[in-house]
């Protein structure tokens, strides 16, 4: 967890007592912008229901993840479903208010070099898009009941690598995300039809235990706010398309960078 991040106060204290619990379904919780954004819903009342490839981290200080962690391999299609399957088991019938596609792989070469489209092998490129690119899809349509009956919000997680060559995100990765991109959007159009809304958050460089070597030097030349970004700020820009401040916003696609894009 980051240093900014905010450590989780007791739902019971912030949470309206007359107003139904609202649910969040998280993947990639289990680090950097995934916990932050675990910490932000949990802190305003949220029930959140976890999913990584990790068991639920036993030194982790959100007090109610254990019992709502599910761990499921998202690059594996017969995982994947078994998933949803018990994720929809969880909800028991009720409303899934909001879901956050938040886990991404991006594997490098030996010595933490950058993969290229010529050296990245095909084992690779699958796996990095069924884990970046087809998990999301496949989570959403198993969940559009649970969706629908909240008239809930989705929320890709995209990269500004899906926009432009980064030096470190490597090309399948980068080449997810920018399918990733393209996909909110189809979404928003099909899903926006059932009162869903499906949105996409574009990170830069956010200050995380992952950072490369060289981000420095990013942050001086690049971007414009002269810092990385925070998982916190993060979350807090996912927890506004998950609420009613964000009602009529659908298919967008937010860039969160310091204006690294500009």
């Given at each position: 967890?980051?240093?900014?991040?905010?450590?989780?106060?007791?739902?019971?204290?912030?949470?309206?007592?007359?107003?139904?619990?609202?649910?969040?379904?998280?993947?990639?919780?289990?680090?950097?912008?995934?916990?932050?954004?675990?910490?932000?819903f949990s802190s305003a009342g949220w029930?959140?229901?976890?999913?990584?490839?990790?068991?639920?981290?036993?030194?982790?200080?959100?007090?109610?993840?254990?019992?709502?962690?599910i761990q499921i391999d998202l690059g594996d299609r017969a995982d994947t479903l078994r998933g949803i399957a018990e994720i929809r088991e969880r909800l028991d019938g009720g409303q899934l208010h909001a879901l956050v596609n938040n886990a991404a792989i991006s594997p490098k070469a030996a010595g933490g070099r950058r993969l290229g489209s010529i050296d990245t092998e095909m084992d690779t490129w699958e796996r990095v898009f069924h884990v970046n690119f087809f998990a999301p899809i496949m989570m959403a349509r198993g969940l559009i009941e649970e969706l629908k009956a909240a008239k809930g919000s989705v929320v890709n997680v995209t990269s500004i690598a899906g926009s432009r060559v980064h030096p470190f995100a490597g090309a399948a990765y980068a080449t997810s995300k920018a399918a990733l991109a393209s996909l909110t959007r189809e979404m928003a159009s099909d899903f926006g039809r059932i009162g869903v809304r499906v949105n996409s958050i574009a990170p830069g460089e956010i200050d995380t235990a992952i950072l490369s070597p060289g981000t420095e030097k990013i942050v001086e030349e690049d971007i414009p706010l002269r810092r990385l970004g925070t998982p916190d700020e993060v979350a807090k820009i996912i927890y506004v398309l998950c609420t009613e401040t964000s009602s009529y916003v659908n298919g967008a696609e937010i860039h969160i960078n310091g204006g690294q894009h500009v």
């Open positions: 967890m980051s240093p900014e991040t905010p450590k989780a106060r007791p739902a019971t204290a912030l949470a309206d007592s007359n107003a139904p619990r609202r649910t969040l379904l998280l993947t990639g919780a289990s680090r950097g912008i995934g916990h932050a954004t675990v910490i932000r029930r959140v229901i976890t999913c990584s490839r990790h068991p639920f981290p036993e030194e982790c200080p959100w007090g109610a993840g254990p019992e709502d962690h």
